[in-house]
């Protein structure tokens, strides 16, 4: 049984900037945000307040998840987060959403010819 994907799109873009950043590996909040500020080129910055309530609110829709990675000589109390198999096919979903606007204003933002 799938789960139905249209109910949670379009992401916001806090959820979608996360879902990103932890699409390539498992990351810890701080990372999350590094991440996020690396992959827009510091044009959008998630604040520790931003990140944790939307980090909870998608563990509850259950697309990520709190990872079990730990690594020796860091701190116990760090936590990863891990993209869910089904939290990568919502990402997917809205790549191909985001895709399908990106054509459509392409094509209608096309300059039209002038007639000689």
């Known amino acids: 049984m799938?789960?139905?994907?249209?109910?949670?799109?379009?992401?916001?873009?806090?959820?979608?900037?996360?879902l990103l950043?932890?699409?390539?590996?498992?990351?810890?909040?701080?990372?999350?945000?590094?991440?996020?500020?690396r992959q827009s080129e510091s044009r959008y910055k998630l604040g520790p307040g931003t990140l944790y309530d939307n980090l909870q609110k998608l563990m509850v829709q259950g697309l990520v998840s709190e990872s079990t990675r730990r690594f020796p000589n860091e701190d116990p109390r760090r936590r990863y987060y891990h993209l869910t198999a089904f939290g990568r096919r919502v990402l997917t979903a809205e790549a191909g959403r985001l895709e399908e606007v990106v054509r459509e204003a392409r094509m209608h933002l096309r300059v039209p010819r002038r007639a000689l």
Do not use: C, K, N
């Open 21 to 37: 950043a932890l699409a390539g590996e498992d990351r810890h909040g701080y990372g999350i945000m590094q991440e996020v500020a």
């Open 2 to 18: 799938t789960e139905d994907i249209a109910p949670f799109l379009p992401l916001s873009p806090a959820s979608l900037h996360i």
